[in-house]
């Protein structure tokens, strides 16, 4: 039986179709010629995951994700169907994320749990939110940024404060100021010079003082040897019979003081008896008496009379009163 070229050339339509059907469904994770083996999650964002994204459990590539659909018409939800290519126990508190590392694309990544029950196909996974390297960045970051505003209103402020500084008044106080230091820089600078300053005049007279100390070290030596050797000959001396006979006098004077002091000796009843000091001032003032009344009637005491009469007044009985000393 003889083949027609258009049925040949439907055959090889068909099966070229076929095999690119197969291929294309290869390449989405798709085999139709294994039984299907599927699980689902549901996230709340899917970020860049897509289809035909691989899922591994450490590591690991078990399946691919087969459809993605909104759970429902607010989407509070989107299900990932997952097409398992591999038979694994999945513990069923195990947790799911969307892993999107900086090369390549977004996978699902399933955190083995402990429980010793495992999922059944068509079961629901449990998920979670992954911080990924950008939130980790971001939220490594998020103190220094707040540093940073903190610094830069920081900033802000001080730049506020030194504009209300430079007000026109406070830049010519500054600028005095800045004279005022250029001018003391100047007196300083003229007071350090090293020809004609007071400095280098002090320092000249300080170096000819130092030198005239050198050219005199040789006398200074010698005043210093005699003075050395002064010091060594009084050391030497023997001052204790110096020291004996000080103390000797010390006790006669001593001696002399408690006589003075005793009332039985004559000097220290002359000191000490107000009784005969007394009498010594009586005896004064008698003698004065007596020599007032002599002088002022000496009659009385030389009777010796040719022409005149006896003086018949009485004696005096204190002195008379003088204003110089009686010749």
Known sequence: MKISNETKVGVITISALTILILGFNFLKGKDIFKKKRRIYAVFSDLGSLSKSNTVTINGYVIGSVYDLSAKDKDISGI????NLTQEVNIPRDSKAYISTPLVGGSLIVIEKGTDSVFLELGDTLLTRRDNGI???????FAPTLTKVRNSLDTLDIVLNNINRVLSNENRDNIKQTLANLNMASNALNGLLDNQTGPLAKTLNNASEFTEELKK???????????????????AALDVQPTIDAINDLVGKLKSVVTKIDNKDGTLGALLNDKTLYNKLNDAILAAEILMD???????RYVNISVFGRKDKTGPITSPAVKDSIPK
Not at 79 to 82: D, E, H, L, P, S
Not at 220 to 225: A, E, F, V
């Open 134 to 140: 950008l939130d980790d960045v971001r939220a490594q």
């Open 293 to 299: 009344d002599l002088r002022t009637h000496p009659k």
């Open 216 to 234: 005199n070290t040789e006398n200074i030596n010698k005043t210093i040897s005699n003075a050395k050797a002064a010091s060594e000959k009084l």
């Open 79 to 82: 299900v990932a169907t997952i």
